[in-house]
């Protein structure tokens, strides 16, 4: 079948599957604290969502991520994942990876593993615990540690993503770039994007990313490298712990024309841009009919919608989010 090429002759091969809007962490840039979720009964079955995953990588996409939400904390998800892995024994996915907040790795890292799982990311702000609970409300950082040593111990490659928060973290960069090191750990640094009400104001907290590596770059060597994920971060090696360090600045930089990637949501809505309202419904022709015709149609109809790129904005004047979904919706 044929691959999925969008108006702009971008090829899209990288499918992210928020498979809950649900979490049992409130992040302050993420979440308020009193969210109204989408009723359970609007959601996918597991295996509508593997159905949809199947017909994309039919279409050329190699790469799944599962996100949310907080993935982990969708009952029986393990099942999506065992499902979706045998595609990586069949050659048409590449890869199959994972977006958490770590809190209930401890209990999965060997599954993951086992159903073919070989590199995480894991979300984490700060080192202190106390800090920790502060940014997640409802976290425990020794929960997320035990996380991170199970997932090292079944082999798991991993990722820290860490949202650079202005009088929150900017004390602990050096820390975060020496503890990742040691660890084996690569690291990126998320600039926070204007997505969803939350209940403070995001401009209290921007802290841009040139302001981050400023303040690396006097203590760290920052190689320049061209690897690159078909994301939004550019990537450097840091000599002295030969570890990654990726910048995440959708603010700040242009990524767009490089967008290799689309969302679906945890009800079959498709999201071609995280920056831009557009969206596609895939779950009214997906329960239309046993086959995937009407599935296939309404996805190239999506592709053939995705959008050149998206214009967020954080400033004083507009402290309105530039989108009004969560990025626990779209899964980041
Ligand atoms: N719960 C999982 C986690 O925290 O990793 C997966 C979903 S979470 C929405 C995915 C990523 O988005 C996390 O790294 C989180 O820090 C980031 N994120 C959430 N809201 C954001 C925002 N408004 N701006 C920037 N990053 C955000
Ligand atoms: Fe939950 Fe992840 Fe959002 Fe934090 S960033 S509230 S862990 S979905």
Request: proline content about 3%; some cysteine.
């Amino acid at each position: 079948m044929s691959s999925l090429i969008d108006p702009f002759g971008r090829t899209v091969s990288y499918l992210r599957v928020s498979v809950t809007d649900r979490c049992n962490y409130r992040c302050v840039y993420c979440m308020s604290e009193n969210m109204t979720f989408l009723p359970k009964s609007d959601l996918l079955t597991l295996e509508e969502l593997e159905r949809i995953c199947a017909a994309f990588i039919r279409r050329g996409v190699d790469k799944l991520r599962i996100t949310g939400g907080e993935p982990l904390v969708r009952r029986n998800v393990m099942s999506l994942f065992r499902n979706l892995g045998r595609h990586l024994n069949s050659g048409g996915l590449r890869e199959l990876t994972l977006t958490t907040n770590g809190s209930r790795l401890a209990d999965f890292a060997d599954e993951l593993h086992d159903c073919g799982v070989r590199r995480i990311n894991v979300s984490l702000d700060s080192l202190d615990p106390g800090k920790f609970n502060d940014v997640t409300r409802w976290g425990r950082l020794d929960d997320v540690m035990r996380g991170l040593e199970a997932a090292k111990s079944a082999g798991l490659e991993i990722k820290i993503n860490t949202v650079a928060l202005k009088g929150y973290n900017d004390d602990e960069l050096d820390d975060l770039v020496e503890w990742t090191g040691r660890e084996g750990f690569d690291l990126t640094f998320i600039e926070t994007m204007p997505l969803g009400e939350i209940d403070e104001d995001r401009t209290d907290r921007y802290l841009p990313l040139s302001a981050v590596r400023e303040h690396l770059e006097r203590r760290w060597t920052l190689e320049e490298t061209d690897y690159r994920t078909g994301g939004p971060a550019r990537y450097m090696k840091i000599r002295e712990t030969g570890k990654r360090l990726g910048l995440i600045t959708p603010l700040t930089h242009n990524f767009c024309e490089s967008c290799n990637r689309v969302r679906l949501t945890c009800t079959g809505t498709l999201y071609m841009c995280l920056g831009q309202e557009d969206a596609a419904d895939l779950r009214t022709p997906l329960r239309m009919s046993e086959g995937d015709g009407r599935l296939m149609d309404a996805i190239d109809e999506a592709i053939g919608r995705k959008p050149k790129g998206h214009d967020f904005v954080i400033d004083r004047a507009g402290a309105d989010p530039a989108v009004d979904r969560h990025m626990s919706v779209t899964g980041g």
